[in-house]
Nanobody, 119 residues
Framework: QVQLVESGGGLVQAGGSLRLSCAAS????????LGWFRQAPGKDREFVGN????????VYAGTVKGRFTISRDNAKNLVYLQMNSLKPEDTAVYYC????????????WGQGTQVTVSS
């Protein structure tokens, strides 16, 4: 069993920054990948990026590359999403999720945290 809890969302002006956190508890292993996703109203859920728990290797979607950074603190079982140069189109509910084997199939999800970027 894995529990994921996101925090850090809020309202920010365009051009601003926010850092989201995902606290993971339960069975997190070195083979796992932790991912960030987002879903805006009326749109499909979108992959934002992920990080490999073992070595910190990251992958980003093209829409956020260069603006968002994912990091992790293995000792505290925390994953961060640092979001800079935010745009109104980044407005969404942001979720973290676990991929047990790094193959792109996520089995546990957090409840999400709202990020709103005003223009």
């Amino acid at each position: 069993q894995v529990q994921l809890v996101e925090s850090g969302g809020g309202l920010v002006q365009a051009g601003g920054s926010l850092r989201l956190s995902c606290a993971a508890s339960g069975r997190i292993f070195s083979t796992n990948t932790l991912g960030w996703f987002r879903q805006a109203p009326g749109k499909d859920r979108e992959f934002v990026g992920n990080i490999r728990w073992s070595d910190g290797i990251t992958v980003y979607a093209g829409t956020v590359k260069g603006r968002f950074t994912i990091s992790r603190d293995n000792a505290k079982n925390l994953v961060y999403l640092q979001m800079n140069s935010l745009k109104p189109e980044d407005t969404a509910v942001y979720y973290c999720a676990r991929d047990p084997s790094g193959r792109g199939s996520y089995d546990y999800w957090g409840q999400g945290t709202q990020v709103t970027v005003s223009s």
